[in-house]
């Protein structure tokens, strides 16, 4: 959800529930979540009162990149345990 968010600065709740395949009462909770511990931030869009726009906040990129770091590092470490061989027969 984050990735969409950074991806797509502004992206309505209702969009990142139809592109993760989320139902729209788990989407909301998911969202509130991110919001409480400071991640994300919700604005009234001005085309369309109704809607929710989504936009990262500093604290929400840091944690991005942090995350994105995290996965690199365990997938790393993860392909290191195979051969060159090995690695090549699962591709």
């Known amino acids: 959800m984050l990735v969409l968010i950074d991806e797509n600065p502004g992206i309505a709740q209702i969009e990142i529930a139809v ?4 139902d729209k009462a788990t989407i909301v909770g998911l969202i509130r ?4 511990q400071g991640w994300i931030e ?14 990262l906040t500093t604290q929400g990129r840091h944690e991005l990149a942090t995350l ?6 365990h997938e790393a470490r993860f392909t290191n345990l ?8 699962i591709l």
């Open 19 to 22: 592109q993760l395949a989320i």
């Open 42 to 55: 919700r604005r009234r869009s001005r085309a369309d009162r109704r809607r929710q726009d989504l936009y």
């Open 68 to 73: 994105r770091r995290e996965m690199l590092e």
């Open 82 to 89: 195979f051969s060159r061989q090995e690695f090549d027969a």
């Open 33 to 36: 979540l991110l919001q409480k």
